[in-house]
């Protein structure tokens, strides 16, 4: 039988590529969502991959979450946190309700939803733990100190959960991707992407979510097994680590 992945905000953006490329190598998919029922809704019949909504944020939400996708599809083996917020502002003028979202969603919700799974992942002697961080996370990002700051928590908390978890055949592991062409980043005026952005990519365009899927399709495979408490820097050489 197929192993079963769960993959936070996997509707949309880099979650979206994340989840249909592992359905389409033979996974059984569950895709969580926060808020946007419209499009989870379209992502299900457009691919046939299981939508389940909760709050990463929320620590008994994501209990509650983890057994009914395992109950409904199988043990989890795979888990890809991606789910991810922004609430941009400078430091000075950050609200504590800014940092609080942020780090609730990217930091704390890295935890909500590992904890739960990873007890089973022990137990069956196998998992695949996969944070997708974020460029800002090593180099840091003006309006960005909340963000940068849980993303680089997400590969700190990587680095020591690897180290307790290699005896059990688990890898953890982070991605780290810089411009994705998501709905997000291609909200950025034209202008601006062009003559402040892109002329600091030395490969001169934005990354695709599939380049990121296929990252993911990798560490999640047994021949990704000997890679552990790593970052992946997936940025086309804007920062390198």
């Known amino acids: 039988m197929s192993r ?37 809704k379209k992502f299900n019949e457009e691919t046939g991959i299981a939508v389940f909504q909760w709050d990463v944020g929320d620590y008994d939400a994501c209990v509650e979450g983890a057994a009914k996708v395992e109950a409904e599809i199988g043990p989890v083996e795979i888990l890809v946190a991606n789910a991810g917020i922004t609430r941009d502002g400078l430091f ?16 704390d919700g ?4 590992t904890r739960p799974v990873i007890e089973g992942m022990r ?13 800002n996370g090593h180099k840091g990002q003006f309006g960005q100190v909340n963000y940068s700051a849980a993303k680089a928590g997400d ?44 002329p600091h990519i030395p490969v001169g365009r934005l990354g695709q979510p599939e380049e990121i899927a296929r990252a993911v399709l990798f560490l999640a495979s047994d021949e990704g097994g000997f890679i552990t408490g790593s970052t992946l820097s997936i940025n086309g050489g804007q920062y390198l680590t």
């Not at 949309?12 to 592992?22: E, N, Q, T, Y």
Request: charge should be positive; include cysteine.
């Open 92 to 107: 000075h003028k950050m609200t504590k309700d800014q940092w609080s979202q942020v780090i609730r969603i990217n930091l």
């Open 123 to 135: 137990a069956r002697n196998f998992g695949r733990i996969i944070v997708i961080s974020s460029i």
């Open 155 to 198: 590969i700190g908390f990587i680095k020591a959960l690897a180290q307790e978890s290699a005896t059990k055949g688990i890898t953890c592991n982070a991605i780290s991707p810089g411009y994705i062409a998501t709905e997000m980043v291609q909200a950025i005026p034209e202008d601006v992407l062009k003559a402040k952005i892109l």
């Open 4 to 40: 079963v992945a769960l993959v936070t905000g996997g509707t949309r953006g880099i979650g979206a590529a994340v989840s249909k490329a592992l359905h389409a190598a033979g996974y059984r998919v569950a895709a969580t969502y926060g808020g946007n029922i419209e499009a989870a």
């Open 110 to 113: 890295l935890f909500n939803i």
